[in-house]
């Protein structure tokens, strides 16, 4: 089918990656009731996206659950008054397997078949907790023998997270997940990686701080990481490593805009419009 032809990577959404980090820095001040409130906004916050959708008890039961989860890590850490880069990642976890979780639901609830998929059970990483790095074969083995129990059903992969050989979560590093979606490409033998953010394409500088900042339509990958640093969206470094070993073209778009083709970025395209240097 169709479906099936499409994979799914999600990141954690909006601030929740920021507001775990800030509740485990409350918990190792001692303040676990503080921290705790964090953890119940996240939950809630992420019922809310699911709002509109169906709701449904299961996906509440669920997200619950990962409060539940966070509440006993932060309670951990609180006690030790100590978070190391293990422990934060564990928590982090929660932020990226809630967003796949909440998806799923909402895709289900729109009658497409959908499967939830926590990368952690494909991206075997080394223990550099916190910026992790991938085994590439193994992660390759891993994803090859478990995309076969997908069947027909869209997997919505959680991005960002790892597992090392002892089964530890690890993470990748902030924006992880652009590394895991251009990862999966890779593996998988994609035809084209889409990243959807809320900012028109990649930028000629950040139109946060610069008024007359313009989208670029095309440009190469090493342009796009450039000036991803300059603009609004930032990448994580080794996003294009996998898009360079395969030559998968990348797509940057627009939720704000959907029907807007945003930029494309390729193998030794030039940026277009030319940008100043
Ligand atoms: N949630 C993680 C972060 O905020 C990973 C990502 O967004 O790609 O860095
Ligand atoms: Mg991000």
């Not at 800030?22 to 001692?30: E, F, H, R, S, V």
């Not at 090493?222 to 395969?246: D, K, Q, W």
């Amino acid at each position: 089918t169709r479906e099936s032809q499409v994979a799914v990577v999600v990141a954690a959404m909006g601030e929740t990656t920021d507001l775990l980090l800030q509740a485990a820095t409350i918990a190792a001040d001692g303040e676990f009731e503080k921290a705790q409130r964090l953890a119940v906004r996240v939950g809630d916050q992420a019922l809310e996206n699911a709002k509109g959708s169906v709701a449904t008890e299961q996906l509440k039961a669920s997200l619950s659950d990962h409060v539940a989860d966070l509440s006993r890590l932060l309670q951990g850490i609180s006690l030790l008054r100590e978070s190391s880069p293990q422990t934060i990642d564990e928590i982090l976890s929660h932020g990226e397997r809630i967003s796949a979780v909440v998806l799923a639901a909402i895709l289900k609830g729109e009658g497409l078949e959908a499967v939830f998929v926590d990368a952690r059970d494909w991206v075997r990483t080394d223990d550099s907790f916190g910026q992790a790095q991938v085994d590439f074969v193994t992660t390759q083995n891993q994803l090859e023998a478990l995309k076969e129990s997908w069947a027909d059903a869209i997997p919505i992969n959680t991005g960002f997270l790892g597992r090392s050989a002892d089964g530890k979560t690890t993470t990748l590093g902030r924006n992880g997940s652009d590394y895991t979606a251009t990862l999966v490409a890779q593996i998988l033998g994609a035809s084209e990686v889409q990243f959807w953010a809320d900012l028109p394409g990649v930028m000629t500088a950040d139109p946060q701080l610069v008024s007359d900042a313009y989208p670029l339509r095309t440009m190469s990958y090493m342009e796009a990481v450039e000036l991803a640093n300059y603009g609004g969206r930032i990448f994580h470094p080794r996003t294009m490593m996998p898009l360079m070993e395969s030559r998968i073209p990348l797509r940057i778009l627009n939720c704000k805009d959907p029907e807007d083709s945003g930029t494309l970025a390729s193998r030794g395209a030039a940026a277009h419009p030319p940008w100043p240097r």
